[in-house]
């Protein structure tokens, strides 16, 4: 067994699955969660599921499933130098986009509009519907049976999901706790109000890297903005002189890669110094002593956070509110509001028998659109509309 820090999360003493079932004479506990999600459907529809860009725009294009093995590198890295189990990493970040619906975060905008008399839509608690009851591929069960740590891990993304009195917390607290969150933790509880693992959260800050780090490379392909418009963003101004310094005739798509090399490079080995230092400053000595610290003690540090927020903002005013980018994405959320409301007025549209109240069916219907690809989405729209948008 390779060597783990005293507060690294140990397979051999997990939690357990919610259904009990025999050991593997192979594989570790948090091996086996990996190796499920990776064979799950949900996980396949990943990869025709928009990130930015949606699949017709390019083949270079991230989209959900690339964006989730980015993710996946940077979280084993993360957590092998930090000497944690690099399995669990893997799993919570492998899973942690399953419950995505098609067109990004407008399809989710779309459905939290569409739900929004039923408590809204969240994807970390789609996430865990994905793999609790959704999937349906063994004998014994529906979802995928993972560990009690995996699952803490997906429904804590971003941290605590209550607070220490059970009321909804963080992005919860607008709406209330997600129904997919409160009906599962009643049957197992997932000890909501305290912080997840520190596999978890290395899951969760990969997540922050990768994000920063392939939408530059995106939205330069897309020509939304030139790469020296990137000069005045801290440390990406810097990365970039240091660059010109070195190789001053590089090619315009070396500099581009070099760029993205270097941010995700920086942006690990800040986590991780900075990660130590948090750990020893918290005295973990366990996984559960992670669990009782009160705070994150994976992240960057104060200046590599400051920088980090400098990025997306840039990101946000220059590609995510790009006019094109703008334009397509309330294209699709109307695509997505659209299924909605025909399911909901004439549910034999949907392909099994809907059941139950209004709410009931909304959420059957929510779990049918948030499954679909983009692809599907726009054929079952073509399928039932007189017009169906291009997303060009």
Known sequence: MPFRAPYAADPALTRGRLHDEPKSATRSDFRRDCDRIIHSTAFRRLAHK????VFHEGDHYRTRLTHTLEVTQIARSLARALDLDEDLAEACALGHDLGHPPFGHSGERALDHCLAAYGGFDHNAQTL??????????????GLNLTWETLEGLVKHNGPVTDA??????????????????????????????????????????????????????????????????????????????????HSSLEPARRVHELVRRLIALM?????????????QSGAASVEDIRRAGRPVIGFSPAMAAADQAIKGFLFERMYRHKRVVRIMGEAE???????????????????????????????????????????ALSEHGRLFDRTPELR
């Open 165 to 246: 009195d059970g009321n909804p917390a963080g992005r919860h607290a607008r709406r209330g706790l997600a129904q997919a969150i409160a009906d599962y933790n009643a049957r197992h509880d997932l000890e909501l109000a305290r912080y997840p693992s520190a596999e978890a959260q290395v899951g969760a800050i990969a997540d922050d890297i990768a994000y920063d780090g392939h939408d530059i490379d995106d939205a330069l392909r897309a020509q939304m903005f030139a790469i020296d418009d990137l000069a005045a963003v801290p440390l990406i101004g810097e990365t970039l002189a240091k660059i010109d310094a070195s």
């Open 334 to 376: 109307a695509v997505v509001r659209a299924l909605f409301g025909r399911y909901m007025e004439t549910p034999h549209d949907v392909p099994w028998n809907l059941s139950g109240d209004d709410e009931e069916r909304a959420r059957q219907i929510a779990d049918f659109i948030a499954g679909m690809t983009d692809r599907y």
């Open 129 to 142: 519907a994905v793999v609790t009851r959704l999937e349906r591929r063994y004998a014994g069960f529906d």
């Open 268 to 280: 690990i080995e800040d986590v991780i110094a900075h990660s130590g230092r948090l750990i020893a």
């Open 50 to 53: 928009t990130q930015v860009f």
